[in-house]
C-alpha cells in the first residue's frame, strides 16, 4: 500500500456541501482524488466548480432532505451518473433553538426527520449498495452535543445524540461486510451557522477560553479526519466517534 489516503476511482457522496463543514469535506475528498456527489437543497454550484478544477468529476443532485422520499432516488442518480458509490457523508442539518419549557413540536420533528430519520435511511440506501460491492465508508457528521446536553436546542442534542448511537449501531452491523461505518463531532467551527455567536464578544471569549488549541476551528481542519475516515488507512476503525475539537472534550 502506496498512499493509504488515495481516494482515487472512489465516488463520495456529501450532503449539505455547499457551504461550511460540508464543502471544506468535499473538497478535501475530491484533493485525495474522490469523484463528487454533492447533494442538499441548495445547489453546490461553487463546491462542484473546485472539484472540476482539481480533474475531479461533480455532479450536483438537489434533493429537500426534510423528507425521505427523495433519497432512493438520490442514490440511484449518483450511480447512474458517476457508475458506483463508495462514500458518504452525511453532513447536512438544521438547528432550531428555544428553551425546553417552550419548544414546539413543529420545530422538534423538523430537526429530527432532518438531522436523524434522513440520515439513518440514506445510511440504509446507500449501505445497501455498499454491501453488495463488499466495500463502503459512512461518514456521520456529529457533535459536540453528541456527548454533552447544551441549551435551548433539545431536538439538536436529541438528534446528534442519536447519531452517535446510530454510528455504533451501523457499525456493529456491517463492520464485517467491509462496510466502515465512523463519526465526525466538530468542535466550535467558524461558518455561517456560528456567526452570531462569535459576534458576540463575551460569549466568543468564552469559547475560546475553554478550547486548549486557543482559536475557533477552521471548516478545512475537517477534511483530513474526513480523508483518513473514507480511506483505506481507516480499514479497522468502526463505529468511532472522532472529535476534530481543539481538545474542548478533554478539557
Not at 463520495?12 to 469523484?35: E, F
Not at 433519497?71 to 450511480?79: N, P, T
Not at 457528521?141 to 446510530?166: D, H, N
Amino acid at each position: 500500500m502506496t498512499n493509504p489516503f488515495d481516494l482515487s476511482g472512489k465516488v463520495a457522496l456529501v450532503t449539505g456541501a455547499n457551504t461550511g463543514i460540508g464543502q471544506a469535506i468535499a473538497l478535501a475528498l475530491a484533493a485525495a482524488g474522490a469523484d463528487l456527489a454533492a447533494v442538499g437543497r441548495t445547489p453546490a454550484e461553487e463546491t462542484a466548480a473546485r472539484a472540476r478544477a482539481l480533474g475531479r468529476r461533480a455532479e450536483i443532485i438537489p434533493a429537500d432532505l426534510a423528507t425521505i422520499a427523495p433519497i432512493e432516488g438520490v442514490i440511484a442518480q449518483v450511480v447512474a451518473r458517476l457508475g458506483r458509490i463508495d462514500i458518504l457523508v452525511n453532513n447536512a442539518g438544521i438547528i432550531r433553538r428555544a428553551d425546553a419549557v417552550a419548544f414546539t413540536e413543529a420545530d422538534w420533528d423538523a430537526v429530527i426527520d432532518t438531522n436523524l430519520k434522513s440520515v439513518f435511511f440514506l445510511c440504509q440506501a446507500a449501505g445497501k449498495r455498499m454491501i453488495a460491492q463488499g466495500s463502503g465508508k459512512v461518514i456521520n457528521i456529529a457533535s459536540m452535543l453528541t456527548f454533552q446536553g447544551g441549551i435551548r436546542v433539545p431536538s439538536y442534542t436529541a438528534s446528534k445524540s442519536g447519531i452517535g448511537g446510530l454510528t455504533k449501531l451501523l457499525a456493529n452491523e456491517w463492520a464485517a461486510k467491509g462496510v466502515n461505518v465512523n463519526a465526525i463531532a466538530p468542535g466550535y467551527i467558524a461558518t455561517n451557522n456560528t456567526t452570531a455567536l462569535r459576534a458576540d464578544e463575551a460569549r466568543n471569549q468564552a469559547i475560546v477560553d475553554r478550547i486548549p488549541a486557543g482559536r475557533w476551528g477552521a471548516a478545512s481542519d475537517l477534511g483530513g479526519a474526513a480523508v483518513f475516515l473514507a480511506s483505506a488507512a481507516s480499514d479497522y476503525v468502526n463505529g468511532h466517534i472522532l472529535a476534530v475539537d481543539g481538545g474542548w472534550l478533554a478539557r
